[in-house]
C-alpha cells in the first residue's frame, strides 16, 4: 500500500536548520510530483515547495525562496526538504505529499499524505 513517511523535524533556534526527509514506498515514486506542506494551528494547509518527477524543476511558496531547498533521490524513493534561516513563523506540521498530475499548490491535486513531522522554531 502507498506510504510515506516523514522524519527530521524537530525544536530550533531562530536562524537554525533542519532537514527532513520522506521515504516513500508502494507507488511508482519516480512517475509523481512530490510536494511538502505545512499546517500551522488554527490556519489552513500551505504548499511549500514542490519538485517535478525528473527533479530539474522545482518550486517555492514565497516566503521560503532562498531559505528551503527540496531534492528528490529516485533511486532511493526518497524526497527532502533542506531549511535554513527558519523563523518562529516556519513553525508548523510538515507533510509530504504525492501528486497526481503536474506540480501544483493545491493540496487537493495530492491523493497519497504522510502524518507529518513537526518543526518547532522558537
Known amino acids: 500500500h502507498v506510504q510515506l513517511v516523514e522524519s527530521g523535524g524537530g525544536s530550533v533556534q531562530d536562524g537554525g536548520s533542519l532537514r527532513l526527509s520522506c521515504s516513500a514506498s508502494?507507488?511508482?515514486?519516480?512517475?509523481?510530483?512530490m510536494g511538502w506542506f505545512r499546517q500551522a494551528p488554527g490556519k489552513e494547509r500551505e504548499g511549500v515547495a514542490y519538485?517535478?518527477?525528473?527533479?530539474?524543476?522545482?518550486y517555492y511558496v514565497d516566503s521560503v525562496k532562498g531559505r528551503f531547498t527540496v531534492s528528490r533521490d529516485n533511486a532511493r524513493a526518497l524526497l527532502r526538504l533542506q531549511m535554513s534561516s527558519l523563523k518562529p513563523e516556519d513553525t508548523a506540521m510538515y507533510y509530504c505529499a504525492a501528486g497526481e498530475g503536474e506540480c501544483v499548490p493545491n493540496p487537493e491535486a495530492y491523493s497519497a499524505w504522510g502524518k507529518g513531522t513537526q518543526v518547532t522554531v522558537s
Open positions: 508502494g507507488f511508482n515514486f519516480t512517475t509523481r510530483c
Open positions: 519538485i517535478v518527477t525528473g527533479g530539474g524543476t522545482t
